[in-house]
C-alpha cells in the first residue's frame, strides 16, 4: 500500500488529509513539533478505522535545519510528502522581527525544501511520486499586516513551478493546494465582527472547511493525476480571484 509523509498532521488541514487519505488506503506518517497528544488520539482513531495502515507520529521541529536525519531516518517507502504545517504574524511589516521571518522561512520554504533533497529517491522510486504544499491565496494576492507570509506562501508558488520541470521525468508531480478563509484554529486571533467582514466578501458566502482542501490533495495524489504538475490551486470559494 501507498506511504505518505504529511508535514503538520496536528493542524485541522492536516488532521482532514490523513482522514481522507487514510479512508483511501494509504500508509501515514504523521508529523507534528508540539502537539503530541492531538497526533496520538488520530493515530489511534485511524488504527481502529483501517487495521492494515500503518500510521506513525514523528516529532520534528521545522525551524531546526540541523537535524533533518532525525527526521528522514525514520521514513522508509514513501510515495507522498504533504506539507501542511504552517504559522503567520498578525502586525505590520515594519515590526516584523528577523526571528519571525527566519521560522516562517524555514518552517513553509527551507526545511520542506532541504527534506525533498533528501527524499527524492524515495519519491522515485515508485515511478509516481507526489509533492503537495498547502499554500495560501496570500500567496498570489498578498495581504497586508501578514506580508512576510505571503512573501513565503508566493516563494511556495515559484519553487513548485521550478521544481516541478526538474523532476517530472521521474514521475513526480509537485503541485500546491492554495486555500483562501479556512475555519481552523488559526483563525482563533480575529474577533466575530472581522471573521463576518471577510466571509461577507467570499462569493460562495461561506469559509472554507479543511475538508474542502483535504479533497483537493486527494486527488493530486492519485496515479491519473499524473498530468498536472507545477501548478497552484486556489481553493478560495471565489475569493480575492
Not at 516563494?155 to 513551478?161: E, K, N, P, Y
Not at 478563509?181 to 486571533?189: C, G, L, R
Not at 480575529?190 to 460562495?204: G, K, L, N, R
Request: aromatic residues 10%; neutral net charge.
Amino acid at each position: 500500500m501507498p506511504a505518505a509523509l504529511i508535514v503538520g498532521a496536528s493542524g485541522d488541514i492536516g488532521k482532514a488529509i490523513a482522514q481522507q487519505l487514510a479512508a483511501q488506503g494509504w500508509s501515514l506518517y504523521l508529523h507534528y513539533h508540539t502537539h503530541q497528544k492531538v497526533v496520538e488520539r488520530l493515530r489511534e482513531q485511524l488504527t481502529a478505522a483501517y487495521p492494515k495502515q500503518d500510521f506513525i507520529p514523528i516529532a520534528y521541529d521545522l525551524t531546526d535545519a540541523k537535524r533533518l536525519e532525525q527526521l528522514t531516518a525514520q521514513l522508509f517507502s514513501l510515495d507522498a510528502i504533504v506539507f501542511a504545517a504552517g504559522q503567520t504574524y498578525y502586525h505590520l511589516f515594519k515590526e516584523t522581527t528577523v526571528a519571525e521571518l527566519t521560522a516562517l522561512m524555514r518552517v513553509h520554504l527551507l526545511t520542506p525544501m532541504a527534506l525533498l533533497t533528501r527524499l527524492q529517491d524515495k519519491l522515485a522510486a515508485s515511478g509516481h511520486g507526489r509533492v503537495v504544499f498547502i499554500g495560501s491565496v496570500y500567496g498570489g494576492a498578498g495581504s497586508a499586516m501578514e506580508v512576510a507570509y505571503s512573501t513565503v506562501k508566493g516563494g511556495q508558488s515559484a519553487f513548485v513551478h521550478a521544481y516541478a520541470k526538474e523532476v517530472a521525468s521521474l514521475g513526480i508531480t509537485v503541485n500546491v493546494v492554495a486555500p483562501g478563509a479556512v475555519a481552523t484554529k488559526m483563525n482563533t486571533m480575529f474577533d466575530e465582527q472581522t471573521m463576518a467582514a471577510v466571509q461577507a466578501e467570499i462569493p460562495a458566502a461561506r469559509f472554507a472547511q479543511p475538508q474542502d482542501v483535504s479533497f483537493y490533495v486527494a486527488m493530486l495524489l492519485q496515479p491519473a493525476a499524473a498530468y498536472l504538475t507545477g501548478q497552484t490551486l486556489y481553493v478560495t470559494g471565489g475569493w480575492l480571484q
